[in-house]
């Protein structure tokens, strides 16, 4: 048994025999020590199971991320690295499209589902597949200072906060997230972007394969 666990379960029990002893008249000399004890063993427990909370939710960040990678096309090794249409790029120090690349070529029926004229390009990279104009927004939000894996789990993540999902996405609640930002990531279920989504049940079901807890 996990040494906390015995530690909150001992002061607990510590507790119940001074309350035993104080109910029958008369503080015993060990009384105010063994109430010192069990109350902070119950401080100790709830504390710990915060931060047991917390743990859960950074998994389920991690793994609802992996989920949107699976749909995007980027869950290999070199993800982070991935353009759109499925060329990599070799350089972290800003998104290519900043660096010199001029995106890639939809399709005419896409770039009508996106909003846009026949013959527009996107600019998707990285492992969320973010565009230029997106990139440069949030980037100067969050202050980043260069595209590494770390930076764009830090946009993905904000993104995420910016359609109010991130909350549902921590505490499990995954089909309400996946709802709420599924017109960020072309993938998504019922994104409506022309482009192959992921069904509802396989996103989830990707979330779970990556340590995610389902609510």
Same mark, same amino acid.
Not at 9 to 15: E, N
Not at 138 to 157: E, I, M, N, T, Y
């Given at each position: 048994?996990?040494?906390?666990?015995?530690?909150?379960?001992?002061?607990?029990?510590?507790?119940?025999?001074?309350?035993?002893?104080?109910?029958?008249?008369?503080?015993?000399?060990?009384?105010?020590?063994?109430?010192?004890?069990?109350?902070? @063993?119950?401080d100790?427990?709830?504390?710990?199971?915060?931060?047991?909370?917390?743990?859960?939710?950074?998994?389920?960040?991690?793994?609802?991320? @992996?989920?949107?990678?699976?749909?995007?096309?980027?869950?290999?090794?070199?993800?982070?690295?991935?353009?759109?249409?499925?060329?990599?790029?070799?350089?972290?120090?800003?998104?290519?499209?900043?660096?010199?690349?001029?995106?890639?070529?939809?399709?005419?029926?896409?770039?009508?589902a996106?909003?846009?004229?026949?013959g527009?390009?996107?600019?998707?990279?990285? $492992?969320?597949q973010?565009?230029k104009?997106?990139?440069?927004?949030?980037?100067?939000?969050?202050?980043?200072?260069?595209f590494?894996?770390?930076?764009?789990?830090a946009?993905a993540?904000?993104?995420?906060?910016?359609k109010?999902?991130?909350?549902?996405v921590?505490a499990?609640?995954?089909?309400?997230?996946a709802?709420?930002?599924?017109?960020?990531?072309?993938?998504?279920?019922?994104?409506?972007?022309?482009?192959g989504?992921?069904?509802?049940?396989?996103?989830?079901?990707?979330?779970?394969? $990556?340590?995610? @807890?389902? $609510?």
């Amino acid at each position: 048994m996990d040494m906390r666990v015995i530690a909150i379960a001992g002061g607990a029990a510590l507790l119940l025999l001074y309350l035993l002893d104080d109910g029958q008249g008369g503080e015993s000399a060990n009384s105010a020590d063994l109430e010192d004890i069990g109350n902070q @063993a119950l401080d100790y427990g709830s504390e710990y199971f915060s931060e047991v909370d917390e743990v859960i939710a950074q998994a389920n960040e991690r793994a609802f991320l @992996a989920a949107i990678r699976v749909g995007e096309g980027t869950s290999a090794s070199n993800g982070y690295s991935v353009l759109f249409g499925g060329a990599t790029f070799g350089s972290f120090a800003d998104h290519p499209a900043l660096l010199g690349w001029r995106g890639g070529s939809l399709s005419d029926a896409m770039c009508a589902a996106a909003g846009f004229g026949p013959g527009c390009v996107s600019t998707a990279a990285g $492992a969320f597949q973010i565009n230029k104009p997106t990139w440069v927004r949030v980037r100067g939000k969050l202050g980043l200072s260069d595209f590494s894996p770390a930076s764009q789990d830090a946009v993905a993540l904000e993104l995420i906060s910016e359609k109010g999902a991130l909350a549902d996405v921590r505490a499990g609640r995954v089909e309400i997230a996946a709802n709420k930002v599924r017109k960020v990531w072309a993938s998504l279920p019922g994104a409506g972007y022309g482009q192959g989504e992921v069904k509802m049940a396989a996103f989830v079901s990707n979330y779970a394969n $990556a340590g995610g @807890a389902v $609510a």
